[in-house]
């Protein structure tokens, strides 16, 4: 077992010193979504070594995946029952995000775009990194009014996440003091674990959903000043979203926000182009899945490296018996320092958003 630190301020955490070691931890475990939620759950003894130290805005240091490094969390709630076992819970040192204030800029480009926030970060001491790993895709991005970091990063409809398909993951650089956030084009890899029929698979169902399939989308920029609006539209009026349908179905949207002034017809266009490529117009195809934790099996403990999984990873799912055979991503994990394993799995098609995510494994 991993025994978790504590450190009671933020400057020991970024200074590495003042640490507090935390040995009767009853259980903790971190629990990490896709793009999502990241918390930790920890008991530990109320007379235990150093358990007058876990507080209230202290930070544990706690391993996330199997095989990563250890990453900060602040706790946020310590619960004290009468059986004597502390209940602590923490979030991730990225949720501090929410209380850093963004104000208004607009740039093209992906580098630019981070230069730009980590620089705002910088200037109001906020010890965060933002990088870039292979997104390639490149177009406008604006906030028209002060915004917390958080929701610029990927709260809404419109935040870097979305617009640029990312998939995020952390890391504490410990020789700089400062969190560094990683947009990435796709994390994971792709497994050669298979949850298949026969195998470990207990239960599959498979759907299709085109409810929100849209043949194509109405772009515009409408802006209201001194009572008079101001409205942009395209010629052509549509710009069609590839997707596989038999009916004409369009979506009006909003790209106003996208745009710090008027924009030409042009950069509507280019806009309303971006916004149809970073987003999937077809049915939604999910499925259901219950299957044994690869742990629990004892092909498990001969291909561990072969049948491991963390969160983004991509795995098959195979049922040929019902002619089903999908792709499919981890989208949630529950890791388990206590016994270096996962406690809990959502593996869920490959999603159009944390939405679509679908079945646990527990």
Same mark, same amino acid.
């Given at each position: 077992?991993?025994?978790?630190?504590?450190?009671?301020t933020?400057?020991?955490?970024?200074?590495?010193?003042?640490?507090?070691?935390?040995?009767d931890v009853?259980?903790?475990?971190?629990?990490?979504?896709?793009?999502?939620?990241?918390?930790?759950?920890?008991?530990?003894?109320?007379?235990g070594?150093?358990?007058?130290?876990?507080?209230?805005?202290?930070?544990?240091?706690?391993?996330?995946?199997?095989?990563?490094?250890?990453?900060?969390?602040?706790?946020?709630?310590?619960?004290?029952?009468?059986?004597?076992?502390?209940?602590?819970?923490?979030?991730?040192?990225?949720y501090?995000?929410?209380?850093?204030?963004?104000?208004?800029?607009?740039?093209?480009?992906?580098?630019n775009?981070?230069?730009?926030?980590?620089?705002q970060?910088s200037?109001?001491?906020?010890?965060?990194?933002i990088?870039?790993?292979g997104?390639?895709?490149?177009?406008?991005?604006?906030?028209?009014?002060?915004?917390?970091a958080?929701?610029?990063?990927?709260n809404? @409809?419109?935040?870097?996440?979305?617009?640029?398909?990312? $998939?995020?993951?952390? #890391?504490?650089? /410990? !020789?700089?003091? =400062?969190e560094?956030?990683?947009?990435?084009?796709s994390?994971?890899?792709?497994?050669?674990?298979?949850?298949?029929?026969?195998?470990?698979?207990?239960?599959?169902?498979?759907?299709?959903?085109?409810?929100?399939?849209?043949?194509?989308i109405?772009?515009?920029?409408?802006?209201?000043? @001194?009572?008079?609006?101001?409205l942009?539209?395209?010629? $052509?009026?549509?710009? #069609?979203?590839? /997707? !596989?349908?038999? =009916?004409?179905?369009?979506?009006?949207?909003?790209?106003?926000?996208?745009?710090s002034?008027?924009?030409?017809?042009?950069?509507?266009?280019?806009?309303?182009?971006a916004?149809?490529?970073?987003?999937?117009?077809?049915?939604?195809?999910?499925?259901?899945?219950?299957?044994?934790?690869f742990?629990?099996?004892t092909?498990?403990?001969?291909?561990?490296?072969?049948?491991?999984?963390?969160?983004?990873?991509t795995v098959?799912?195979?049922?040929?018996?019902?002619?089903?055979?999908?792709?499919?991503?981890?989208?949630?994990?529950?890791?388990?320092?206590?016994?270096?394993?996962?406690?809990?799995?959502?593996?869920?098609?490959?999603?159009?958003?944390?939405?679509?995510?679908?079945?646990?494994?527990?």
């Open positions: 077992m991993i025994i978790p630190y504590l450190y009671a933020y400057a020991d955490l970024k200074s590495g010193g003042g640490s507090y070691k935390l040995p009853a259980s903790i475990s971190v629990t990490e979504e896709r793009n999502g939620a990241f918390d930790l759950e920890m008991t530990y003894l109320y007379h070594e150093n358990a007058a130290q876990i507080v209230c805005e202290a930070f544990i240091m706690a391993v996330p995946q199997r095989g990563q490094a250890e990453e900060p969390f602040r706790i946020y709630s310590v619960t004290t029952p009468i059986d004597g076992i502390l209940s602590i819970k923490a979030h991730h040192i990225s501090d995000l929410d209380g850093a204030v963004l104000q208004p800029f607009s740039k093209t480009g992906l580098p775009i981070l230069t730009e926030i980590n620089n970060l200037s109001i001491g906020f010890d965060f990194v990088v870039n790993n997104i390639t895709v490149s177009h406008q991005f604006s906030i028209s009014c002060p915004q917390s958080a929701s610029v990063l990927g809404g @409809n419109h935040c870097l996440i979305s617009d640029f398909g990312a $998939e995020v993951s952390y #890391s504490w650089d /410990a !020789t700089n003091g =400062r560094i956030i990683t947009l990435n084009a994390r994971g890899s792709v497994s050669t674990a298979t949850v298949a029929y026969g195998f470990n698979l207990l239960k599959l169902d498979s759907s299709v959903n085109s409810d929100a399939v849209y043949s194509a109405y772009p515009y920029y409408a802006k209201e000043e @001194n009572g008079v609006t101001t942009v539209t395209l010629t $052509e009026h549509t710009v #069609s979203t590839g /997707a !596989t349908t038999t =009916r004409t179905r369009v979506l009006p949207v909003d790209i106003t926000s996208a745009f002034s008027v924009p030409t017809e042009g950069e509507l266009r280019t806009a309303a182009q916004y149809v490529a970073a987003k999937d117009w077809n049915a939604v195809e999910s499925c259901a899945v219950d299957f044994v934790p742990q629990n099996t092909e498990y403990e001969h291909n561990i490296d072969e049948q491991s999984l963390g969160l983004c990873d098959t799912v195979s049922a040929e018996v019902i002619g089903v055979t999908r792709t499919a991503k981890v989208t949630k994990t529950i890791y388990n320092q206590m016994v270096e394993k996962y406690d809990g799995m959502t593996v869920g098609t490959i999603p159009r958003n944390i939405a679509d995510t679908i079945a646990s494994l527990m």
